[in-house]
């Protein structure tokens, strides 16, 4: 095997691990939440909570597929601006994510648990049932 060929295959299966990860991570929190309605336990924030952070890791593996992919095959000026990118855009969906699934800024979490204001769990207080 060449080195092309070797990346090529490392990037498809980073490709493949991210998807399996969405995949997995959304059949785990879709069956949970059933758990949930039938023990008739609130679920919705739960959910939403499990499948934010099962897209935030997805999208990362993605990232590292397109990072492994460019600067390992095609490290041209045209890739890396579109890398670059694609990067911004990943990250910014990563951190509306968070925000949406936490009630937080990212940033801010530490200083509300210590406060008492976020549960550990992932939900603000203000949601916790």
């Not at 939403?48 to 597929?65: D, W």
């Amino acid at each position: 095997m060449h080195y092309r060929e070797v990346i090529d295959v490392v990037v498809r299966m980073l490709e493949v691990a991210g998807v399996a990860v969405l995949f997995v991570g959304f059949v785990m929190a879709v069956a949970q939440s059933v758990r949930g309605l039938i023990n008739r336990v609130a679920t919705y924030a739960e959910l939403r909570r499990r499948l934010g952070r099962t897209l935030m890791i997805s999208l990362e593996i993605l990232v590292a597929a397109d990072v492994v992919q460019t600067v390992a095959l095609d490290l041209t000026l045209e890739n890396v601006t579109t890398l670059g990118l694609l990067v911004l855009v990943r990250t910014v969906l990563s951190l509306s994510i968070s925000i949406e699934v936490e009630g937080v800024l990212p940033w801010r979490r530490a200083e509300l648990e210590a406060a008492g204001g976020i549960v550990p769990g992932g939900a603000s207080s203000r949601h916790a049932e």
